[in-house]
């Protein structure tokens, strides 16, 4: 009996010194969780789901993500179906009534931004279509700045006592990010133009950003992994519309691309796929200025 | 523009000059008054050019501080439409959002369906019986020969902020309709609760609540089978607890009908109390990033009170038909490992399960219900395990071992002994699967298997029995969800 009792205090213990912070924030994607932090600072604790050496599609509703789920105040995610495998069961699992569908606490960032690539005709003959559109929103300099006012407007809500400093450092965020997003295009002034293949549709809102083309994926479809009949095609291609770049996630196999490249004689580039895909992609600023310089010295510029 | 006009005006006086000194007559009759007038003149003309030319300057400055300001008020101007085209989307997708419940089809809930067929190739005339095994052959498997698998319907939705409703009904190739699932879930307990009730699959064991669509091999694992009758569900209510951890604690309690005797058989119930009882704990967690884990203990209750159970013959050779009166309890250890390189499983990743089941049976057995009708008291003390590989090592294939073991154990049944043998066999089978998967959607399978799971009851000699399905299985509608 004594050794339950001292089991039961050691978890009651356990469970309260991790909720030094005013707000518990589960972030499903790095970019969100990198945003909380740019919004909250010190007042949220933030686990973030999954990492940039993971397809996002393709987690699993693991036992640790059910237990952070069980433990958080706010949940962002990206929305527009890019978690449907697993998210909706972590929630159910997690039973915590403060996240769940339809409550404050569960913020999908897509619904708060606008959405490029929206499909027109919804079929899975399309491979796995988000009919929603491209739920890859974190490489828009436009989205992100949408996604920062919500999360600072959610942050208020549930810890009204840190509503200044939300406003505070939203204000302090937005600044500087309108300056990024500036020194960016200015940075990015050689990628204008520039025909570009990706291996899934990870960065067409980078692309549309920056001016780039796009000439194709390296997907057949959506979801569908690169064939050799899928690259021979777009070896075909560059004929009629040549590529200058190939890019490809950090998740991603470098195999697809790097045989297109060596064929097609462009470059081909990994860039981080969120925050922490590459070392110099440590935050939301990181991860853009890592992109762009990566295509620049790709492109020999 | 500026420096244009400059040039310009040297031009112009040049060529005043140059068209003064033509025009007159003779520089040689030219007197010195009429020089002086000239200079005067000429100095007249550059000024009132010169006085010209500045005012134009000045209008020009003027119009162009006049486009800079204007260019300025052009970009504010942009940056002000941008705002309000953010705004606009955000008021689109709210309007968007807000239009959702207003048409009737966008409340439909979630419609998936799974269709699946196999092609079984079997040694020997299939038989679903495990010596040793009382009601074995309770459970289904597998036809011989190409057959439609059961078409699995699953609708879900939100039924109001507080409650989840799902469905997931059975079509079989008999042209039946099953319930296998159809409860509530809450979805506003908190604190970590759920109440679950209705018709759901128990949470025992870590395969059990998993539909046969998403095993990994075509066919239930021996003890599954023998002990839980593939996958072990009841009406009635569940209650879950996740733990405020950092890590996953999860503790569950089932309270039930006990429709089904698991493993042995459906029984027809007539009380008003609960029949059935389950308790079970899960703790999970990540080692890194490449392994994720989770460790079960299970134990589930049951008596037949009310009722009896009806049991085939357990050696299946005599075709008796026996029954049985009284309680069943098992207790069960399931643990799976899993790793993906970085924790991405794109590409690659394997999947390690265990899980180990014990059943105690006590009670009252009818030996030949319709002829000697001997009842005794009975007991048996039985156990099983099965150990399970799986490995993607493509974004296509995946492929698949496993091992299964069950012991007898110890069977006493009493008087009834002396007409029933009580054979001490060990049932053994090993199971290889190879996948295809075009997609997260499609799968087409095959699997082979060597199983020795009966003996002869008069020379005690073990049949080997091979096995081999071709299977498809594929998923229509909404997204499936991607278990742990």
Redesign the interface.
Known sequence: MKAILRCAVF?WL??TS?AHAAINVFACEQEWGSLVKEVAGARADVYVA??A???IH???????L???A??ADLAVCTGA?LE???M??VL???????I????RGFLEVS????LIEVPTVID?AM??VHPRGNPHIQWGP?QI??AANEIAKRLAEIDAAGSAEYQRRLADFTARWTAATARWSQLAAPLKGVSVIQHHVNYSYLIAFLGMRLAGTLEPKP???PTASRLNDLIQQQASNPAKLIVRSS???SAPSEWLAERANIPAVMLPATVGGTAVAGDIFGMYDDAIRRMLSAIGS | MRLKLQMKQGSLLGLLGVGLLCTSPSLGFAQNAELEQIRRQLTELRNDYESRIRALEDQLRAAEDLAKSSQQAASEAAAAA?RL??AV??VQ??AA?AQRPASQTALNPAISVILNGTWGLYESDPTTQITGFLGSGASEILPRGPSLGESELFLSA?VD?YF?GSLMASLTPDNEVEVEEAFF?T????????LKGGRFLSGIGYWNAQHPHTWDFAEASLVQRAFLGNNYGDDGLQL???????????LGTEVGRGRDFAGMGEIERNNNGANSWALFA?????IG?SY???LGASHLRQKTESGVVPLFDYDDLSGLQNRFAGRQRIWGADLVI?WAP??????QNFRFATEYHRRKVDGQFTFDTTGLNQTDAAKAAQSGWYVQGVYQFH??WRAGLRYDRLSSGTVDLGANAAYLSVPDFDATRLTFMADYN????SRIRAEISEGRTRQVPATGETVSDTIAFVQYIFS?GA??????
């Open positions: 978890v356990a469970a991790s999954t990492t050496a993971q397809d393709k987690i699993q509703a693991r036992p640790s059910i237990a952070r069980r433990l179906d449907i495998g697993w909706p069961l159910t699992q997690s039973g915590n009534a403060k769940q569908l339809g409550t619904n708060y931004v606008p899975r491979g796995d436009r700045q949408l979801g569908v992994e998740y991603h196999s | 941008e085209e953010s989307t955000q997708n709210t959002a939100s902020p989840r879930e979805l506003s307990l908190g604190g970590g609760f759920t879950r607890w996740v733990a405020p951890l950092p890590f996953f604690l999860q899960k703790v999970g967690g990540d990033t994720s884990w989770q899993k970085d924790g991405n499983p794109l590409y974004p296509y075009p997609s997260e959607f229509l997204h499936g969800a991607h278990q742990f």
